[in-house]
């Protein structure tokens, strides 16, 4: 790794929470999600941190893989925050899913509303929350809106 990489990362400590900045990067790539996996592994393993977080002050878009990355360790017991987000991340659809509101500037991974869910309730949960819109009242033309997004085809007017 070199050492451009790592003075951009930065550590500090908040309570029993060990949080983790790339320091300016707006746009996270795979070499930054691999510097932050490389960093938190660290704090988790080789320093025993059970509660990690990460700052996204100056961050405008993450890879998906860095909250399938921060799933995990969820799963597997670590409290998971996120600090400062700005509002394009907080639009991200994992963001939106499975964080919630800690306080002014943080959000903790939390999986409540989708734990114990059946499929069937967990798409039904998806639909209601993250794919409704406002405009569309009648449900013919949610279930269309929904098929035009998943299949990328837009329903036609009847030929008269």
């Not at 100056?58 to 409290?79: A, H, T």
């Amino acid at each position: 790794m070199s050492s451009r990489k790592k003075q951009r990362l930065s550590v500090r400590i908040e309570g029993d929470f060990a949080v983790v900045a790339l320091d300016d990067m707006e746009i996270w790539d795979g070499a930054d999600l691999a510097l932050l996996r490389e960093a938190l592994s660290a704090l988790i393993e080789k320093d025993g941190f059970r509660a990690i977080g990460v700052d996204l002050t100056s961050v405008k878009y993450i890879p998906s893989g860095f909250f399938g990355m921060l799933f995990e360790w969820y799963e597997q017991g670590l409290k998971v925050r996120l600090c400062s987000p700005q509002k394009n991340v907080e639009q991200m659809l994992w963001f939106r899913m499975f964080f919630v509101r800690e306080d002014a500037t943080s959000y903790r991974l939390s999986d409540d509303e989708m734990r114990h869910n059946t499929p069937n309730e967990q798409v039904e949960y998806h639909r209601r929350e993250f794919m409704e819109d406002p405009e569309l009242q009648d449900e013919d033309e949610l279930e269309e809106h929904i098929k035009a997004v998943r299949f990328g085809v837009k329903a036609t007017e009847p030929i008269i």
